[in-house]
């Protein structure tokens, strides 16, 4: 609940205007609800969802539970707005914006346009419109398809999951902050540190703090009673499922950590997947340590390992051996994503501090530049809450949660030098 209000409190102010009732222009927006709302409030026994296709909100028969629709304008001023709808029976229901709230009665048919309100908007960006059940004389409020949008905030750029894909916008903008490595050096080791701040650590969500050219390593949030840190390797045979993967291409594993899991993955390329159960803590910060080096024989291994504060010690991951890949670390890199569709909508935000690198000869270097850079969603500006950056000496990510502002994709960053090598004690690592 304390999330849900410090939320409401960053969106744009909504007055209510009064006006008669109305039909939509031609210049009006539709914006669909399958891809840009969600499940905001809801009781235990509810059976409400988010259809992927055709009607967004199914099964709507809970007055308790709330629908939130999502939109970005760069224009403010009067807006009209609208709900395209089809219901069996004639049903009443709310919607609100901000300080404006209206009641909405809907005859039943199909395909139907129903007025909402109007609303002046004194800022621009995100806007959230809820939607809850009041009285319904059938067996649902509404299938309710899309939210119109016309009126002088049209006139600019509005912002929405429109023709992208719906199951990738609601997950949100992957964002990624890449640090180069000097010119003509052979790096083995990448070392990184991450904080998770308290509250910014929704279910769905990657803290992604070790990245290279063939794989990932980081910490996940499964659920509220499960966490991860995940270390990944692809296997050079590009496909998504890992059935598919010729025997004399397949990631094989070297070794592994006590309680690792090890298996393959599929769907986002294929390859070798390792994870620990680990309750991790936000607001504590964990060092990674990844090395990555050919072995002579045409493959290359990659080794993984965890460092967190409440062990006080070094936990090995898993090592991996990637066949037809002779390379040492290459586009060393650190990302943040939502991988829940559920909880696309709320904000997820890391630092990271302290990146070095080292050299095959034992030498260590400072990293302390960075360039952010988003994934397609971002790119093609179906979302538009995404950040990073540099504060208060830590290079930081931030996604989700409709933020007002946003990083321009390619923008670089520095940070102050601490010159503090990291403390590594190698034979504990090797055993």
Request: charged share 20%; hydrophobic share 35%.
């Amino acid at each position: 609940m304390r999330l849900l209000v410090s939320f409401l409190l960053l969106l744009p102010t909504c007055f209510c205007v009064s006006q008669q009732l109305q039909q939509p222009s031609e210049q009006a927006i539709t914006i669909p609800l399958g891809g840009n709302s969600y499940i905001t409030s809801r009781d235990g026994s509810s059976t409400e969802r988010i259809s992927r296709n055709g009607s967004s909100i199914e099964r709507w028969t809970s007055p308790s539970t709330v629908f939130s629709a999502f939109f970005r304008v760069s224009n403010s001023g009067k807006m009209s707005l609208f709900l395209k709808y089809s219901v069996s029976s004639e049903s009443e229901i709310k919607a609100t914006c901000g300080k404006s709230e209206f009641t909405i009665k809907l005859p039943k048919g199909e395909n139907q346009i129903a007025f909402i309100g109007v609303v002046a908007l004194a800022d621009t960006g995100y806007i959230r419109v809820d939607f809850q059940g009041v009285k319904r004389s059938g067996e649902e409020f509404a299938q309710a398809e899309a939210l119109l949008v016309d009126g002088e905030p049209t006139a600019g750029t509005v912002n929405y999951v429109g023709d992208f894909s719906f199951y990738w916008g609601r997950r949100g903008p992957s964002v990624h902050l890449n640090f180069p490595f000097p010119d003509g050096e052979d790096i083995e080791w990448f070392y990184n540190e991450i904080t998770v701040p308290v509250g910014e650590d929704p279910v769905g969500s990657y803290y992604m703090a070790n990245g290279f050219g063939e794989g990932y390593f980081g910490i996940q949030v499964n659920s509220s009673v499960e966490r991860r840190i995940l270390f990944s390797v692809w296997s050079p045979f590009q496909t998504d499922n890992p059935r598919d993967i010729p025997e004399d291409q397949r990631i094989l594993m070297l070794k592994k950590g006590e309680d690792v899991h090890t298996g393959e993955f599929g769907n986002e390329g294929s390859g070798g997947q390792s994870y620990l159960k680990y309750m991790w803590i936000t607001g504590n910060t964990y060092k990674f340590l990844t090395r990555i080096r050919p072995n002579g024989e045409g493959a290359t291994e990659y080794t993984a390992w965890f460092f967190a504060p409440e062990l006080g010690k070094w936990r090995l991951i898993a090592s991996f051996l990637r066949p037809k890949t002779n390379t040492w670390y290459k586009r060393a890199h650190s990302f943040l994503e939502s991988f829940n569709t559920e909880t696309g909508y709320i904000s997820r935000k890391v630092y990271y501090t302290n990146q070095w690198a080292r050299t095959v000869d034992g030498r260590w270097i400072e990293l302390t530049a960075a360039r952010f850079t988003a994934d397609e969603t971002a790119r093609k500006s179906a979302r538009m809450d995404y950040k990073g950056g540099m504060t208060d000496g830590k290079f930081f990510l931030q996604n989700c949660g409709f933020l007002s502002d946003y990083t321009v994709i390619g923008s670089t960053f520095s940070r102050p030098a601490t010159g503090i090598e990291p403390v590594i004690d190698w034979k504990q690592l090797e055993n």
